[in-house]
């Protein structure tokens, strides 16, 4: 139990039980959220098998939010508000070309460019939309690095790029 | 003047004081409840505010802009190619439909038309996005009202839509296929029979949500004489699409305006329900899915060949003008009203969207209503988010 970790084999199952039993907070806003919604709802890419639970009642019982579309400067607030309302550890997907920077709404007086400005990303999906088989993918990548999850590495901040 | 006793005068004070009891007792307080902006039942970020006495509405109000991306000035400093990319993404489920009015009204200012070959591909597209809009909507209904199992079904025949749109223009969601003049490249080899099979899973999906949703007495009683809009205040509020022909009016600018896309050349129906409740106006887009098929079996049997594009110079310049184009669109009337001065991009673009006209007579709509019922009437009304704020 030095330097405040836990035992090797216990935090092996916690990190285990963790992985799969992902909730995720579907934080539908533009037109990613309908291929978020292909990929958690549809039967052909259903999101279960990879033991994520896409439906819980409030962001209080989240352990994954995925913020798919463009984040607006009048979003922006309750965004920052509701990630705040999740229990610790907590992780953010950031899904699509307008929450990972803007876009196509690079220019424009209305667009937060980026949601990583407001709340820090764990994983950037890109595409406009990107393919639900894109964010099934930042899903693998994160429940491995939940698997091997070391919090000094996590807190250093190096998000996860899908296909890069 | 009627003579009271004594007695009389004192009873009816004690009936008044025994009702003021009663009606304090049961008097509630007043409570606004704020749906939104990030709720299930808006599908996006649309944020209503309602205030209650016990459980039915008293007043409503939607408050939009959450989704406000500023569409109409970032046309301004896009060329003319690159403003489909942009609108593409305002009524991101019917996709493919957004480009159209634009790219006529560009087509208008600049006197040219496209072949008819590529007008039909315009209306088979036109058509898809309409099934792959409508599609999603059938399902989410259901989950609206507490039956989950629809909206698999509808994602699971959705995507056999988006993958023919896939094959033809790359793109799943957003095919920026739409040029002034025409289309970017023809139909792949074998899409036409492709097309053919998809249809006939649709209107076979259009039978299974009849069968399994409309005939269901829960959803009967949960959307019969819910939300009823009469024809004539759907009209003042300015109500288009499925919306307003579930009140009866038959308007549909697919048939009332002379369009040079290829509706004319097919034999269709424009449904329309005397009702205008909430199950009138699932009805009617579930017909509508099935005319949507109809009409792309027709036009994949007499698509013509020839060019798909007419002779546009190498860099599109609008000569000056104004120009307004209207179409019929999965959610309603979509119109682009077009300011050119003769440069590369629009000088002012002024976009009509379907969703902001009928979301505004939600105020209207929702007074007097139980707060179960609203989240009823706003699935059934139908908008998205992106065509609200723009």
């Known amino acids: 139990m030095e330097k405040g970790l836990l035992p090797k084999p216990l935090s092996h199952l916690l990190n285990l039980s963790r992985k799969y039993s992902l909730w995720v907070y579907q934080w539908g ?34 352990d994954l939010v995925v913020v798919s579309g463009t984040v607006t400067d009048k979003m922006a607030p309750p965004i920052r508000r509701l990630w705040e309302q999740m229990p610790d550890p907590k992780y953010v997907i950031s899904m699509g070309s307008c929450a990972n920077c803007g876009g196509p709404y690079w220019d424009s007086y209305s667009v937060t460019k980026g949601v990583d400005q407001i709340i820090p990303v764990d994983v950037y999906v890109p595409g406009c939309p990107p393919r639900p088989e894109a964010l099934l993918e930042g899903i693998v990548l994160l429940q491995e690095r939940i698997q091997h999850e070391d919090m000094a590495e996590r807190w250093k901040g190096d998000p996860i790029v899908v296909g890069a | 003047m009627a003579v009271t006793t004594d007695w009389q005068k004192s009873a009816y004070i004690a009936a008044q004081a025994a009702d003021a009891r009663v009606n304090v007792e049961l008097e509630t307080e007043g409570m606004t409840l704020n749906l939104g902006p990030q709720h299930p039942a808006t599908h996006g970020t649309l944020r209503i505010v309602v205030r209650l006495d016990g459980e039915q509405v008293v007043w409503a109000e939607p408050i939009c802009g959450y989704m406000h991306r500023g569409y109409e000035k970032l046309c301004e400093v896009r060329t003319y190619p690159q403003v489909t990319t942009l609108i593409n993404r305002i009524d991101w489920l019917g996709h493919f439909a957004n480009e159209v009015p634009f790219i006529l009204a560009a087509e208008q200012l600049m006197g040219i038309e496209a072949p008819p070959r590529a007008q039909w591909i315009r209306t088979i597209f036109f058509e898809m996005a309409r099934i792959a809009n409508v599609s999603l909507f059938l399902g989410d209904m259901g989950i609206q009202l507490g039956a989950i199992t629809p909206v698999f079904y509808a994602f699971r025949d959705r995507e056999y839509v988006l993958n023919l749109m896939e094959a033809a223009t790359g793109g799943r969601f957003h095919p920026n296929f739409d040029r002034i003049g025409g289309l970017k490249e023809d139909l792949p080899r074998g899409w036409v029979d492709e097309c053919h099979g998809v249809m006939t899973r649709v209107i076979s999906f259009c039978q299974e949500m009849e069968d399994l949703l409309m005939g269901n007495e829960i959803f009967q009683t949960r959307t019969r004489g819910i939300g009823v809009i009469p024809a004539a205040v759907g009209l003042e509020y300015g109500l288009s699409g499925a919306n307003i022909r579930a009140s009866g009016v038959d308007w549909d600018l697919r048939r009332d305006q002379d369009s040079p896309l290829a509706w004319k050349h097919c034999d269709w129906k424009v449904w329309t329900h005397p009702d205008g409740d909430s199950y009138a106006r699932y009805w009617v887009r579930l017909q509508e899915t099935r005319e949507a098929a109809r009409i792309i079996v027709q036009l994949l049997d007499g698509l013509p060949s020839g060019p798909i594009q007419a002779k546009v110079p190498r860099i599109i310049k609008v000569p000056p003008g104004e120009a307004w184009c209207h179409t019929e669109n999965p959610l309603g009337e979509m119109g682009f009203y077009l300011v050119s001065k003769g440069g590369r991009g629009p000088f002012r673009v002024k976009i009509r969207s379907a969703s902001f006209n009928n979301i505004s007579i939600v105020p209207w709509l929702l007074r007097g209503v139980y707060v179960p019922d609203v989240i009823t009437i706003l699935a059934s009304l139908y908008f998205i988010l992106g065509d609200i704020d723009r």
């Open chain 1, 29 to 62: 806003l533009a037109c990613c959220a309908i291929e978020m919604g292909a990929a958690f709802g549809s039967p052909r890419y259903d999101v279960m098998r990879l033991g994520v639970i896409p439906f819980p009642a409030s962001a209080r019982q989240a």
